[in-house]
């Protein structure tokens, strides 16, 4: 019997990434080699500067990378025209600049540009996607508020509103939980978990928080220098690898409660 394996909606083949010089390349991570399929919530953790936003910048292709090849939905994103590819990938990007200007329903509606006819005109469908997106974050009540008289939190769920309205089978975020207290961290955190439940799209996203992440999620890319590990939080925890993310002077990794804790 031929095992019936599920298609990557975000597979990498020896990728490099990094900045190009007029003299050398400046590599972040080489020979990157991840799969990730939907239905799950993935975390990119590691120190600052490490290259969290690189990596995610070059996997939804808006930094060119080095080398190396990068499949969406099986297909070679280098070949993928620009609309198919914002039909298969949303990015959220932090500090991204949006017209606060803008009501909510404006903004969540701007998803839906990929779709949309050349004079913008929204669609029974169109408002359909718009009206699920907003009701799936939870901010209905907000559809008429203008986004400068938003709090950050309201602000990041109305991005995200925004990613979902795009309708991808992929979402990208970088750190979307800046800004936010603990209690709206975890809450934007289990609000992505509940998403790749409820839409089994994929979610992958930047973040330092470490000890919600071991909780919330299914896999966890580990950025470390010169090595990038990829496996469950289960599988982390087991290997050591998470002792290892930061210089050891000042905090650990607890086993028993999986979480990292300051040395007395
Ligand atoms: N445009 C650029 N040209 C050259 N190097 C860059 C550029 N942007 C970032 N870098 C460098 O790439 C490295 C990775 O940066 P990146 O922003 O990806 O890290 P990060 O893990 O997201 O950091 P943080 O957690 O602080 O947000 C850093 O050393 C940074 O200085």
New binding site residues.
């Given amino acids: 019997m031929t095992e019936n394996k599920p298609h990557s909606i975000l597979k990498t083949e020896d990728l490099n990434i ?2 190009r010089g007029r003299n050398s390349d ?1 590599i ?1 991570a080489e020979k990157v080699n991840i799969d990730i399929f939907p239905g799950q919530l993935v975390a990119v953790i ?10 995610l ?1 070059s996997l939804s292709g808006v930094q060119e990378s080095l080398s190396g090849k990068i499949f969406i939905a099986e297909k070679n994103l280098k070949n993928l025209p620009p609309l198919e590819q914002a039909a298969l990938i949303s990015l959220v990007l932090t500090g991204q600049p949006v017209s606060k200007n803008l009501s909510v329903f404006e903004l969540v509606a701007l998803g839906r540009q990929p779709y949309t006819n050349w004079i913008g005109r929204l669609t029974t469908n169109d408002l359909r996607h718009i009206k699920k997106s907003l009701r799936l974050v939870d901010i209905e009540n907000l559809e008429n508020k203008k986004c400068y008289e938003l709090s950050d939190g309201q602000m990041q769920k109305v991005l995200i509103a925004r990613a979902l309205a795009q309708d991808t089978p992929l979402v990208i975020l ?2 979307p939980t800046t800004h936010l207290d603990l209690y709206h961290k975890a809450y934007i955190l289990q609000l992505l978990k509940k998403l790749t439940r409820k839409t089994n799209k994929a979610i992958v996203f ?1 973040s ?1 928080e470490i000890n919600l992440a071991l909780q919330l999620c299914d896999k966890i890319l580990l ?1 470390q220098k010169n090595e990038i590990v990829m496996g469950s939080p289960k599988e982390l925890v087991k290997s050591g690898e998470l002792s290892r993310i930061f210089p050891s002077d000042l905090i650990f990794f607890d086993e028993s409660s999986s979480s990292f804790k300051i040395k007395s």
């Fill in positions: 990094g900045y400046t972040i590691g120190i600052n500067g490490i290259g969290k936003s690189t990596l910048r970088d750190e930047a330092h950025m």
